[in-house]
């Protein structure tokens, strides 16, 4: 700690360029945190995701649907517990800019399977009864401030009811918490029947199939023998589990761990050059001072550790303070990854990484100062 | 009074690019505990590479350099430093203070080489800026501080840590001539009061009125000896 004033004398020496370099640093672990952070959310929350479900959906593609008779079918499957299905409603509140993730499904299967997201029962109960009833999350309750009891008009670009309108309307009798679950779960559901017999076109048809296995180390086999029943039909299937299915949907967005990688690893290869740059800059100018400290007697080493130290501060704290305001910044990113903190995975890595720069960054000058012969030095040669 | 400086046959060569120089040929010099030895000669004479050597800053290419009862032209880069820490104070014709420092902190630079506790370096500092009398410009850096009140705390940083010796290269060379005289002034009363053991390179006649003694180099070779004082 005795050494600090010398250390802190080397970084105030030039105080718009510590400044204007720390500030490069932050930024760069600031963009270095939120987006590894959302890439390490995305990886969890694939890595949460159940492997004791089932996704069958049209082997060729899930809008082209598969049969409501498939239903018996699968659940005939062994190691099937439950099957519950997804459709598609599409829906929007008000404006088409209020996008709803709405999906027609039989309720009572379905939070069975998802027996993670909180629900009361009476509200399965008040589904069942209510044929043009709504369960949404709380959260989307929230944000437009329905109420149980509230009459929600839902309108839809997909389809036309019997009553030739594409705006349904539909009574909310419950909520549900999916906070336990993470993000990608639909927050709108109706009642398939209800739906299925108001809708003008396109009936007995669903998007997915969701199945819920007794045993996950069977989740292939059972997925095998899903797909095997319908083989050669006129509506061929295709199984994954929960996993898969979200790693495959990730990647029709895009390669998002190459992306994330690639962007984070070009900011700081870039910060690389400009911190050896200043490093190497500081210490060139404090030649003569490194001499003196040299003639008083500092040693070799401890001239080389003055400066590795200072390496280290710079980058260190600068990169702790980045990182920091990337994990205030992150709840902010709630509607892109859900209710995450900024994983503890990604602090680590960032000093991890902000060490390994000041130690290249700080290691050539640190070198070339500890070599400095006084007598040429103090001679400015 | 005996030796705590002697220098064997010294000679000194530098490889140029291609060239070898030969800067002191077959130096022999003793200096005693307690004197005041101002160093003088003509640019290229050598005189600094002779107090280099005398303050362990450089190596002799052949010969002895004892100062005290150590051989320091054989001791190695670290060993060296170690040793500089405990027994040379330097005191260089610009100063070279570091300029983000207070001078308190610039005195207390050679202490931090040593297993003082916190309170004793600021006392020890304290004494020293004190016998400079500067014990009011503590808290001022560098930069606040006029040529002669900086080459004070120069002075002040190379009495802090007790060295057995005190090196000065020209310290007078960037002052005017009432703050040269000043500066000698002090250099000369910590030799006589406190006994400091002075070797000064000089350009300045007037400077060198203040040792008790004066060399002078001549191609790398003393051309005279002569008491002063």
């Known amino acids: 700690m005795k050494y600090f004033r010398l250390v802190w004398a080397g970084l105030a020496r030039k105080k718009a360029r510590t400044i204007l370099t720390m500030l490069s640093i932050i930024v760069a672990f600031l963009l270095f945190g939120l987006l590894q952070g959302v890439n390490q959310g995305f990886n969890q929350v694939v890595e949460n995701l159940n492997v004791n479900r089932l996704y069958t959906s049209a082997k060729t593609n899930m809008v082209d649907g598969l049969p409501i008779s498939y239903a018996q079918r699968i659940k005939s499957v062994p190691g099937v517990q439950h099957v519950s299905h997804w459709t598609y409603f599409g829906g929007y509140f008000r404006e088409a800019k209020n996008a709803i993730p709405a999906f027609a499904t039989d309720a009572e299967a379905l939070f069975a399977i998802y027996k993670e997201i909180k629900i009361k029962p009476e509200y399965i109960e008040a589904m069942k009864r209510t044929r043009t009833g709504a369960l949404v999350s709380d959260q989307l309750a929230k944000q437009y401030g329905w109420k149980i009891g509230d009459r929600i008009p839902l309108g839809t670009s997909i389809w036309t009811n019997k009553e030739g309108s594409n705006t349904w309307y539909f009574d909310l009798v419950g909520t549900f918490d999916v906070s336990s679950y993470g993000i990608g779960f639909p927050s709108f559901y109706i009642n398939y029947d209800y739906y299925d017999e108001a809708k003008a076109f396109g009936k007995g048809v669903v998007h997915y199939y969701l199945i819920g296995i007794a045993d996950p180390l069977q989740a292939t086999r059972v997925a095998k023998a899903i797909d095997s029943q319908f083989e050669n039909s006129m509506n061929e299937t295709r199984t994954q589990t929960e996993s898969g299915l979200a790693q495959n949907n990730l990647k029709q967005v895009g390669d998002i761990n190459f992306i994330v990688n690639a962007i984070v690893g070009a900011v700081l290869f870039t910060l690389l050059f400009l911190t050896a740059n200043t490093m190497m800059q500081s210490v060139r100018e404090r030649i003569p001072e490194l001499a003196v400290l040299k003639t008083l007697g500092f040693s070799d080493g401890k001239v080389l550790t003055l400066v590795l130290v200072e390496a280290f501060l710079l980058c260190i704290f600068a990169a702790l303070l980045g990182l920091f305001f990337a994990a205030l910044i992150f709840p902010g990113l709630k509607a892109l990854i859900g209710d995450l903190p900024m994983p503890l995975s990604v602090v680590l890595m960032g000093v991890g990484i902000a060490m390994l720069l000041a130690l290249i960054s700080g290691l050539p000058p640190a070198l070339r100062a500890q070599r400095l012969n006084i007598v040429d030095a103090l001679a400015g040669r | ?229």
């Open chain 2, 1 to 229: 009074m005996s030796a705590i400086v002697s220098l064997r046959n010294v000679t000194k060569s530098y490889v140029r690019g291609k060239e070898k120089v030969e800067v002191l040929h077959g130096v022999n010099l003793q200096i005693q505990s307690g004197e005041f030895l101002a160093l003088m000669g003509p640019s290229g004479s050598g005189k600094t590479t002779l107090l280099n050597l005398v303050a362990g800053l450089d190596q002799p290419t052949s010969g002895e350099v004892i100062v005290g009862d150590q051989r320091i032209d054989r001791l190695s880069r670290g060993a060296l430093a170690d040793w500089r820490a405990r027994h040379i104070g330097f005191i260089f014709q610009f100063y070279n203070l570091l300029p983000v420092l207070t001078a308190e902190a610039n005195v207390e630079v050679p202490l931090l080489l040593t297993s003082l506790s916190k309170a004793q370096r600021r006392e020890r500092v304290q004494t020293a800026l004190k016998l400079v009398g500067l014990a009011d410009r503590g808290k001022h850096k560098p930069n606040e501080l006029s040529g002669g009140q900086q080459q004070r705390v120069a002075i002040a940083r190379a009495i802090v840590a007790d060295p057995t010796l005190l090196v000065c290269d020209e310290p007078t060379g960037d002052l005017d001539r009432q703050n040269a005289e000043e500066i000698m002034n002090l250099l000369q009363a910590l030799n006589r009061s406190q006994g400091k053991t002075i070797v000064m390179v000089t350009h300045d006649p007037r400077a060198a009125g203040f040792a008790s003694r004066e060399l002078h180099l001549d191609k790398g070779q003393l051309a005279n000896v002569e008491a002063v004082a």
